[in-house]
């Protein structure tokens, strides 16, 4: 069974652009949660989407936003980028909300932001 | 805000040695606790899960919950150099976000051979 796969698997960017990275949940999963980790605040929780309705929103700000889509892949958009946005952005999937203990990580979108 | 803390390390043991990784909640009603190992430059793997106090044994990996505590550990015995990584405590509270995991900031294990 094919694992979570995420797009691209490195970016650079410049400050003011905005960016879309990808995420295909492992086949028949249908809950998708996306996070960023970075050196200084470790893993944080942006949203969570399940049958395509976010569920769950970390604190961040507006400029990042999500969608997912019928067949439970997932975009996650961040706007206006700045420095600090730097980041390793990882989607999870599991089965449903309720399958928490099967939430398998993807390998992540290394973004750099100049 | 709730809080998922873990002891900030590193840690070093030997191979063969007994690992102990330690992590406590903020949240009384968090329900469910897992263990990831990620590897430098790789995402989290989920190597534990555990619902219930007590223990939960998984080859050479076990997990102790105390709820009343609000206290989790991961035991890796007869450490191996491949066990080198950082382990991070998750925590998920359910209710409303059921679909979330509080993560710890993890703690880096080496163990020398």
Request: hydrophobic residues 30%.
């Amino acid at each position: 069974k094919a694992g979570v796969t995420q797009t691209p698997r490195y970016l650079i960017k410049t400050r003011g652009q905005q960016v879309t990275l990808s995420c295909s949940p492992i086949s028949g999963h249908r809950s998708v949660s996306w996070y960023q980790q970075t050196p200084g605040q470790g893993l944080q929780f942006l949203f969570e989407y399940f049958s395509e309705t976010q569920r769950n929103k970390g604190n961040f700000p507006g400029r990042f936003s999500g969608r997912q889509f019928s067949n439970s892949r997932s975009e996650m958009n961040v706007s206006t980028l700045e420095l600090g946005d730097s980041a390793l952005y990882l989607c999870a999937s599991s089965l449903s909300p309720a399958k928490t203990y099967e939430q398998y990580f993807g390998p992540g979108t290394r973004l750099t932001v100049t | 805000q709730k809080e998922v803390e873990q002891n900030s390390g590193p840690l070093s043991v030997p191979e063969g040695a007994i690992a102990s990784l330690n992590c406590t909640y903020s949240d009384r009603g968090s329900q469910s606790f897992f263990w990831y190992r990620q590897y430098s430059g790789k995402s989290p793997e989920l190597i534990m899960f555990i619902y219930s106090n007590g223990d939960k044994e998984d080859g050479r990996f076990t997990a102790q919950l105390n709820k009343a505590s609000q206290y989790v550990s991961l035991l890796i015995r007869d450490s191996q150099p491949s066990d080198s990584a950082t382990y991070l405590c998750a925590v998920n509270t359910g209710g409303s976000t059921l679909g979330r995991l509080y993560f710890g900031r993890g703690t880096q294990l080496t163990v020398w051979p």
